[in-house]
């Protein structure tokens, strides 16, 4: 059974930097591209970026540009979401997602989340 | 940037009734790259239909997806109790991803 674990909930103070890990079981790592996706409290999905676990390869959304990087690791099928510069409106829930090509870069399983909160 | 505007905000039905969600998107969009989630208070989002219409896996046949260029619609033929949910639609295009804002579908 396909599964994505992420790790555990963080709380950071404002200018921080938060790395949150997504551990892949259940296919092969390196097939499918993962996608980040953020809910900030009470609000939609947002997406944040994708990387793939082939060849590593990223593309970030604007909003956050110049303070994320993502990661992965072949050796232990995990992926990571580094964000830097951490302020009040980062607070949310951070979902890993896998992308299938198959079905059209849809988002076919999903990570349990992990809450983030930013406060002095 | 392809914008989607999901309506209405909020949907008030009761079990049994037929929903009509619909997302709309400030330009003619692939349908093959409109997607469908389902997300329920303090879980991950579900993926419901992919390609406009195609239901993921063990997806049941009263949802269904349709719609072309700046229009999608999703519809759930008979409500179910745990049909009630936030649903938000998405478009992959240029290497990146959109959602729409979301329909919260309550009970009536």
């Known amino acids: 059974q396909v599964h994505l674990v992420q790790s555990g909930a963080e709380m950071k103070k404002p200018g921080a930097s938060v790395k949150v890990s997504c551990k892949a079981s259940g296919y092969t790592f390196r097939r499918d591209t993962i996608t980040w996706v953020r809910q900030a409290p009470g609000q939609g999905l947002e997406w944040m970026g994708w990387v793939g676990t082939y060849n590593g390869h990223t593309n970030y959304a604007q909003k956050v540009q110049g303070r994320v990087t993502m990661t992965t690791d072949t050796v232990t099928s995990t992926v990571y979401m580094e964000l830097r510069s951490l302020r009040s409106d980062d607070t949310a829930v951070y979902f890993c997602a896998r992308q299938r090509l198959d079905l059209y870069y849809a988002m076919d399983v999903w990570g349990q989340g992990t809450t983030v909160t930013v406060s002095s | 940037e392809i914008v989607l505007t999901q309506s209405p905000g909020t949907l008030s039905l009761s079990p049994g009734e037929r929903a009509t969600l619909s997302c709309r998107a400030t330009q003619s969009v692939s349908s093959s790259y409109l997607a469908w989630y389902q997300q329920k208070p303090g879980q991950a989002p579900r993926l419901l239909i992919s390609?406009?219409?195609t239901r993921a896996t063990g997806i049941p046949d009263r949802f269904s997806g349709s719609g072309s260029g700046t229009d999608f619609t999703l519809t759930i033929s008979r409500l179910e109790p745990e049909d009630f949910a936030v649903y938000y639609c998405?478009?992959?295009?240029?290497?990146?991803?959109?959602f729409g804002q979301g329909t919260k579908l309550e009970i009536k």
């Open positions: 390609g406009a219409s």
């Open positions: 998405q478009h992959y295009g240029s290497a990146l991803y959109t």
